[in-house]
């Protein structure tokens, strides 16, 4: 019975266009499907970032360039998948973009029951260059449909384009972290120690997926 309202919802959802979403069905010998597999936020592709304010926009502009030009890249030399395991409810996997056996980019998403994030990295010369995360939070849980509104006397079933969604930017120069740009900030400015942590988070995410990458 289970199965036979997950597979209407999933066909209702299939319907709607998602304008921030891919839809992925992975079917299985007995047609069970994974929570994370039904709807993935889109990673960046043919996109420009945001304009930069005018007293970083020198510091910035190698890294916005190098941003684009990685993600107008189609064709790949390599690509290669892991899984994240630990970091989050329902797991987690990571994808590493190579072009003439050079690391250019590593996709990260991780998946829980009411959301994802999508952290994208960017190299520039072999290091970090940019950080671009995008968190979604549902509005309810992602198999939370029409039914268990009732059962549950709610007045909302899943909807994805009701997800709350914060854009986070990140910009690294010769290692450090020097420009955050948050969606849902009033725009004044970081504090030093708020960088300062936020870089140690960030740096220490990418080194264990270079391990990860790695194999060790």
Known sequence: MKNKYLQSFLIVLLTFHLGYAEIF???SPDSSLKKEDTIRIKESLHEEDIEANEYLKDRLKPIQANFKRINSITQW?????KDIEGESAEGGEATYYYKNKRLEKIMARHYGEMGQVLIEYYLLNGKLS???????EYN????YDA????ENNDTEAFDFEKSEITETRNYFEKGTLIHIVNSQDCGAPFSGSYMAEEEKSILDAFARL???EKGK
């Open 140 to 143: 309810r849980p992602l198999f």
């Open 147 to 150: 039914k268990a509104m009732k």
């Open 77 to 81: 030399t390599g690509i290669k998948k």
């Open 210 to 212: 270079i391990k990860l």
């Open 25 to 27: 069905l992975h079917t």
């Open 130 to 136: 940019f950080v671009f995360e995008k968190d979604y």
